[in-house]
DNA sequence: GCCAACGTTGGC
DNA sequence: GCCAACGTTGGC
């Protein structure tokens, strides 16, 4: 089991749309890390922080679930698509996306500038200066560190 | 394969 | 809205 956090601009698509829609479709990740990250490594099973990117104030949100191995993203065939990608067929995928479902929200955001500023999560890669990856490994650590700061309980 | 130009991300 | 950081593109 491996942690995860990924980042998505809440006024595109928030945690609390994703407790509305109870599960979605990751769609439109279009950095190359990102992708190898969710076709070859993210597990379904695996817990992701969901953190609100371009917000006020960014940061930890609450917590997700990865629902599925990756498939092909389909809206890179979707010439309508503001993700459409023309290298990329259904024979030949280039993007790829999971599935993640709801778990839970904290009783309030984790802000960037608490994340920073807590000895507990020294080296997170999301307080890193010009860290612009949207999908990134976490430790057990520090997740687990974030949740208890959220009031969630963790396995 | 180098690297300048360009585009995007995302904190502030 | 600004701009630093950094990924991608394309000329050579």
Redesign the pocket.
Known sequence: MQFWLM???PTVYSLADLERDGRTAWE?V????ARNFMRDSMQPGDLVLF?????E???AAGIARVACRAYPDHAAFDEKSGYYDQ?SSPEKPLWFMIDVEFVAHFASVI???TI?GDPALEGIM?A???????IQPLSEEHFRHICKLGGVAVG
């Open positions: 980042k998505s601009e439109g279009r950095n190359y890390q953190y609100h990117s371009n917000a104030p960014s940061g290298r802000a960037l500038e920073k999301v890193r200066r010009g860290m612009r990856l949207s």
